[in-house]
């Protein structure tokens, strides 16, 4: 069983809305940001995907206004079979559900819209200690992902406050960010300005490592039109196979030797090695 997880950031559920379903099409799981939807209209989600269950959060600007701005949902395939129970996350930029299945290790899937240049660094570091809380206390018997919006590029030589935060939560958490892996299909950039001077990798879905494991494709869509959204979709198809409990291959896979941290082992192992050798 095949397991598709999309991420992107729409720039507002009420455009391009063929594009959207089409996406749809292609998702099992799916997290959006920037819906622009408020508690008056949200219903325009629902009726749009009609096959899936949605679960969602709304900015805190467009709670008392006309015009939606922000908001993050994550849209479950009714056809899954998963049951699934809304973790009320009370937040305006992060959303949270966890999925259960007979058979399968249950699945957590946190959906986050962090904060752009226009906030400071401090308000994004907040908002970004709660997606790690919420990780932190579902990781512990659940296989949890995160995907959506970071609005910071782990990938440039000079990393941020913000990117460092990231990239030491993924390497304590032995998380691989899917748009860095290697297969991945289409271009190294998730946001691009209209005349293309400006392309970062802002988009993610993190997912532990031992996911990695046999997936069948990744990409980076790169067929969204600028006039629907300056964002591409993220895309991973994962095997679901890896979440039977029934198997070997979860228990399995969960002892494999992480690659990413095969350096820091060897060097723990050396220094305890020399430790003992001091001692005599």
Not at 60 to 67: A, G, Q
Not at 110 to 123: A, D, R, V
Not at 248 to 277: A, P
Request: charged share 20%.
């Amino acid at each position: 069983m095949l397991l598709r997880i999309t991420t992107w950031n729409m720039r507002g559920a009420m455009y391009g809305t063929s594009y959207f379903e089409n996406l749809l099409n292609d998702s099992d799981i799916c997290i959006v940001t920037e819906h622009w939807l408020n508690r008056n209209n949200i219903t325009f989600l629902y009726e749009l995907a009609n096959d899936f269950r949605v679960f969602s959060c709304f900015s805190s600007c467009s709670v008392n206004s006309n015009r939606g701005s922000g908001g993050v949902a994550i849209l479950v395939r009714k056809k899954l079979g998963f049951k699934t129970h809304n973790l009320f996350v009370d937040n305006d930029r992060i959303c949270a559900v966890k999925l259960s299945k007979h058979g399968y290790e249950s699945l957590c899937i946190i959906g986050t819209l962090l904060p752009s240049t226009n906030h400071s660094t401090e308000e994004y570091l907040q908002y970004f200690q709660t997606v790690c809380s919420i990780y932190d206390r579902m990781s512990v018997d659940c296989v949890t992902v995160i995907g959506g919006d970071f609005n910071t590029d782990i990938t440039v030589t000079s990393l941020s406050s913000k990117s460092k935060n990231v990239m030491n939560f993924m390497t304590k958490n032995n998380l691989s960010p899917v748009p860095l892996m290697s297969g991945r299909k289409g271009p190294d950039f998730t946001f691009r300005s209209k005349d293309m001077t400006r392309k970062t990798m802002i988009d993610y879905i993190f997912i532990p490592e031992f996911f990695c494991n046999g997936f069948k494709n990744l990409e980076v869509r790169n067929d969204c039109p600028f006039n629907v959204s300056d964002h591409y979709p993220v895309l991973i198809i994962l095997d679901m196979n890896l979440l039977c409990n029934t198997s070997n291959k979860f228990h399995l896979y969960r002892k494999v030797l992480m690659w990413s941290r095969c350096d820091e082992w060897g060097e723990e192992i050396l220094s305890n090695r020399t430790r003992q050798i001091t001692k005599f």
